[in-house]
């Protein structure tokens, strides 16, 4: 069964402002958690989930599914507005967000969450689980895609390359990765904390087919994503420029908001200035 | 016979390839040392040499066993449980993934390469996550039925393999019964629970207390965690005193584990012999064991120590 795909742009616009949303009041009840890295992600999410991923919410477990490794999985509230949007559960569940017996942990719960695909929450690790996927898939003979996103200051970490090797050296064009290039980590910018530039020549000289657009242009982002299915033999990497705090002025770019919730004020300002565009 | 458990490791993956289509294979760049090499060279397809990488290495296995397969991820066990903690932890365990991870060149048996690379704290630091069971078989044959069961079995799992070749002392028709202790021999003295290639040594020991009067039981505990409860309690009500030997440090492994049972549920006098918080070094293995106190010698010793107290 072919789970019917959404190639209408407008809603899937429609659905990154609605993420949006409830990103922020998911975050604001649950007290804490990150808003920033969320709202920078989330129209590469609403582009995957509403327009590119061959997916069915009544059966998240098939096995001719694509398949998303948030390796930045703290911004799980992205992933679960995406998952509520899309019907895995309902929408008045991501208010429990973090909470005593919820199925929404801090960061991803593949054990407890439907829809997610594998637990991740360590930084560095989502493009090896990644390539063992796109792996098995082609053992399996399946044509499934895997999408990984990562963030910029996540590719700190060793392991990253590491994995970057291993897409490259077993060919896996069936890996398209992504990061979030807004350019901020907790203790400031990259350039601040750890230069990872040049992001595009690194990735690159591995071996990687290397694309970079604007993180928020959902057409750009679907435009992207075709591209890398047209080629073969080699792992892909989609840069997205982004803005951390998308949306809400008084969260863009600022590295304050990376892991802070706002509080009931702050929230009404973001939801006015969300439900507003 | 006498062959090393990573031998019959590799030999034991020779085995699944056909009767387990799901088993895959992952090293780091150490299949000659693993014993991978042989299923390497007669199923390449489903064999992935990750490099010597090993982080990514379980980060692999665990994206595979998110698929269905089972693999089983080879390196030595100072780098599967020590470099690639934070993925076995995290990756593996956490969400309860079907990988078998196989640290073989463990403890200091290594020998000549050195405390570097001797794993003395593979067991402790392994048996303290969550979901995972961790298996020390003691001798070629039980290293094989381990093997072919812990590809039948669900979850995290790992195994523990030496460098050096140990005595045979299990028959062919051996069955391995995961999380069951093994009586090896029987007694009413003292029980001496060894675990991998300390058993050979207890076995040793309780033949040479027997000529000096004093009868002592013998009991492979091959599945470290879960620990066979019953099995240990039993020992102790039995014989009232026990011993504990094992290849690795007295912090966290088989001794803390029987000790940890039954300092709840039935406290008898206990000696746990392995290594005493110190790394190990280069050397000929057996002289290694001299040095450590890890032979049948000191188990004797240990056991007379312990029935005149």
């Known amino acids: 069964m072919k789970h019917r795909r959404n190639s209408d742009m407008s809603n899937v616009k429609e659905m990154a402002k609605q993420m949006r949303i409830d990103i922020i009041e998911e975050v604001a009840a649950a007290g804490s958690g990150h808003p920033g890295g969320s709202l920078s992600v989330t129209d590469i999410m609403a582009t995957l989930y509403f327009d590119k991923m061959n997916i069915d919410p009544k059966n998240p477990k098939w096995e001719d599914r694509d398949r998303l490794v948030l390796s930045k999985g703290h911004v799980a509230p992205a992933l679960y507005a995406a998952l509520a949007e899309k019907g895995y559960f309902n929408r008045e569940d991501l208010k429990t967000l973090r909470k005593n017996d919820s199925f929404l942990q801090g960061h991803p719960d593949m054990k407890k969450t439907p829809g997610v695909d594998v637990s991740t929450g360590s930084l560095g690790q989502g493009l090896s689980i990644a390539n063992g996927m796109a792996l098995a898939g082609r053992m399996n003979h399946k044509d499934y895609y895997v999408y990984v996103i990562l963030g910029d200051g996540e590719i700190q970490e060793g392991q990253v390359w590491e994995a970057a090797m291993s897409s490259a050296h077993y060919k896996l064009d069936h890996v398209i990765a992504f990061l979030d290039f807004n350019g901020l980590q907790i203790d400031g910018t990259n350039e601040e904390v750890m230069n990872v530039n040049p992001v595009d020549e690194k990735f690159r000289s591995f071996g990687w087919n290397v694309q970079m657009i604007d993180g928020h242009d959902c057409d750009a982002i679907s435009a992207a994503i075709d591209e890398a299915k047209r080629n073969i033999g080699k792992p892909n990497m989609i840069i997205c420029k982004t803005v951390k705090g998308k949306g809400v002025s008084f969260m863009e770019n600022q590295v304050g908001w990376h892991g802070t919730a706002p509080n009931a004020e702050q929230a009404a300002r973001a939801l006015e200035e969300l439900k507003a565009i | 016979m006498n ?60 994206g595979l066993a998110t698929c269905g397969k089972i693999p089983f991820a080879s390196t030595f066990a100072v780098f599967a449980t020590g470099r690639a903690f934070d993925q076995v932890r995290n990756t593996v365990c956490y969400p309860n993934l079907n990988v078998k991870i196989v640290g073989t060149h463990a403890g200091i048996t290594v020998g000549p390469d050195g405390g570097s690379h001797e794993a003395i704290e593979d067991i402790a630091i392994m048996r303290s996550l969550p979901n995972m ?40 028709d051996y069955v391995f019964e995961f999380g069951k202790g093994e009586l090896v021999k029987d007694g009413k003295d003292v029980t001496i629970i060894a675990t991998g290639l300390m058993v050979p040594k207890a076995i040793e020991a309780a033949g040479a207390l027997a000529e000096e009067g004093i009868d002592a039981q013998v009991a492979n505990i091959h599945t470290i965690k879960p620990l066979d409860e019953k099995m240990v309690v039993e020992c102790a009500k039995k014989t009232g005193r026990v011993i504990t030997v094992e290849e690795a440090t007295v912090y966290g492994g088989l001794g803390s584990a029987v000790c940890e049972v039954l300092s709840d549920k039935y406290p008898v006098p206990i000696k746990r012999i392995g290594v005493q918080d110190k790394f190990g070094k280069s050397g000929d293995a057996d002289k290694l064991l001299e040095e450590y106190g890890l032979t049948a010698g000191k188990i004797m010793e240990t056991a007379k120590e312990l029935l005149r107290e």
């Open chain 2, 133 to 172: 069971s961790v298996i020390v078989p003691s001798d070629d044959v039980e290293a094989r039925a381990a093997v072919l069961a812990a590809a039948e079995m669900k979850g995290p799992m790992y195994l523990r393999m030496a460098r050096v070749a140990s005595p045979t002392y299990h028959k062919e």
């Open chain 2, 3 to 62: 062959t090393a458990t990573r031998e019959a490791y590799g030999n034991a993956l020779v085995e699944l390839i056909e009767k387990n289509e799901d088993v895959v294979v992952l090293d780091a760049d150490l299949a000659h040392a693993t014993k991978t090499l042989k299923f390497s060279q007669k199923c390449p397809e489903r064999f992935f040499n990750m490099g010597i990488a090993e982080a990514d290495m379980i980060g692999t296995a665990a």
